[in-house]
């Protein structure tokens, strides 16, 4: 009998947790339009994911807050699908990315079928999916990183 009270007592075992990825912004630096870009976006994190969205008060999907991002900070109109803005914008390479700029992933089996607005430091803001909200990600994470397709630029 103590025996089988001494083992109910042990702890249980955790499993590990999984690294959090580094979404910290304290490393973002920006200037010029990017700056005003950048403040922009993070004015939108936490604001609702709605599928053809193009307002923050009833939601944003990816190319929607992209394209309101940037007619309200610089005044540039984008149009409202990803694969359109890649179109219209020049691509640049990955080194060469500043804030403000765009990132393109695919995502669901066709080439820009996502896209976020890169803030710097390694990191993009974008609204994921259905029910999720506008956040900050990483260019590495795991996710993303297998489906980069691409960086783009608005401005020069």
């Given at each position: 009998m ?20 580094d ?10 339009d ?60 990955r ?62």
């Amino acid at each position: 009998m103590v025996a089988a009270i001494a083992a109910c007592s042990t702890a249980p075992t955790r499993k590990p947790a999984r690294p959090r990825p580094d979404v910290s912004l304290s490393r973002i630096q920006a200037s010029g339009d990017g700056r005003e870009i950048v403040m922009y976006s993070l004015g939108l994190l936490g604001v609702g994911y709605q599928f053809g969205g193009s307002n923050p008060d009833a939601g944003l999907d990816c190319s929607g807050m992209a394209a309101f991002i940037y007619k309200n900070a610089v005044g540039v109109t984008l149009p409202h699908n990803a694969a359109e803005i890649a179109s219209r914008t020049r691509e640049i390479d990955r080194g060469a990315l500043k804030a403000g700029d765009l990132v393109f992933f695919n995502t669901m089996n066709r080439r820009y079928s996502h896209m976020g607005i890169y803030i710097g430091d390694n990191k993009f803001v974008h609204a994921p999916r259905t029910n999720s909200v506008i956040r900050v990600d990483s260019l590495d994470n795991s996710y993303f990183a297998a489906r980069y397709d691409g960086a783009r630029a608005v401005l020069n």
